[in-house]
């Protein structure tokens, strides 16, 4: 996953599904902001941290849930020097729908108002725990009759959110989000090269003063350094897989080593071969989420992880 528009299937394609174990800054420190065609439920089960859902970020703790429609711009991000331990529960609604059903059609709407997040102790929290708890819980069985089981609860997790909307209080689609989408795409396929504003800009259709005033208004950063934070994502997750220093440098466009170790240290806390040496020794716990390429009540408290 990472970074803009996540293509990676989850799941497989009979059963577009998955459960991924998540902790900050453990497997990632943060994670830029992007976006894919499922549907994502992210279950905080221990610390604090940020959830950024479109321009909104929001604190993340224990016992919160949130909820990300398809196709809406997301991102993680570590809270100081505190560490965050979570679930994402990642499904496409093509898997729950019968052919020729709308039921679930709204969730698409960028206007539909799904609350982003559900906090520990509210109605609607206590009304998806016990599900996503038991969607935790059976990551790991066989398919067959768990099929089954999963769909149930994540059809009900449905149900529960679509009945609290009020259909009057849906508004217009903002859409100065997918404005941006064409220049993160670009991004994407091209961070080893340069990119000016200028470039970025024009992919918008914007002039280079209100390009940046919006892109820092809807992600919270500048654009260079949202560019930067981008590049260091990819040259962690190449650092991850053994590659060397320079070569993590030249192929995430830092071109200049000693600027690329001075942001990997301020970005990280470390420089860039400690942090491959320490990596590589250890290695994150098996239940790790994909790398860059790429969650309280008494009667159904989510589950702490083992």
């Known amino acids: 996953m990472g970074g803009i528009h996540e293509n990676k299937l989850h799941g497989q394609a009979t059963f577009p599904y998955m459960v991924y174990r998540g902790k900050l800054p453990e497997y990632i420190r943060s994670y830029p902001l992007h976006w894919h065609e499922e549907m994502e439920l992210v279950a905080v089960m221990q610390g604090q941290g940020y ?3 479109q321009a909104e970020c929001y604190e993340a703790r224990q016992g919160d849930i949130f909820v990300i429609p398809p196709q809406m711009l997301h991102g993680f991000a570590q809270q100081q020097e505190m ?7 990642l499904f496409r609604l093509t898997m729950l729908e019968r052919e020729g059903e709308e039921t679930l059609r709204p969730l698409y709407d960028p206007g539909f108002p799904v609350p982003a997040v559900l906090r520990r102790g509210t109605e609607l929290n206590r009304l ?3 599900h996503i708890s038991s969607l935790i819980e059976s990551r790991k069985q066989k398919e067959g009759l768990n099929t089954l089981m999963i ?19 849906i508004q217009a689609p903002k859409i100065r989000y997918d404005s941006l989408k064409p220049v993160l795409t670009y991004l994407q396929d091209h961070y080893s090269r340069e990119i000016t504003v200028g470039r ?4 918008c259709g914007y002039s280079e003063s209100y390009f940046m005033k919006l892109f820092r208004e809807l992600t919270g950063v500048s654009f260079v350094q949202y560019v930067k934070r981008f590049r260091l994502e990819r040259a962690q997750a190449l650092l991850r897989g053994g590659c060397r220093v320079t070569e993590a440098a030249e192929q995430t466009g830092f071109h200049n080593l000693s600027y690329f170790t001075r942001a990997f240290r301020s970005q ?38 083992e």
Do not use: C, W
């Not at 560490?83 to 529960?89: A, Q, S, T």
């Not at 970025?200 to 992919?203: D, M, V």
């Open 83 to 89: 560490e965050m331990e979570y679930y994402n529960i």
């Open 151 to 169: 769909r149930s609860h994540l059809l009900a997790i449905l149900y529960h959110l679509l009945s609290s909307v009020d259909a009057e209080t």
């Open 51 to 53: 959830v950024m859902v």
């Open 200 to 203: 970025a800009a024009a992919l």
């Open 268 to 305: 990280y806390g470390q420089t860039p071969s400690q942090y491959r040496s320490a990596f590589l020794l250890t290695g994150p716990g098996n239940d790790s989420p994909p790398q860059p390429g790429l969650f309280h009540d008494a009667k159904a408290e989510i589950p702490q992880t």
């Open 128 to 130: 998806l725990s016990g």
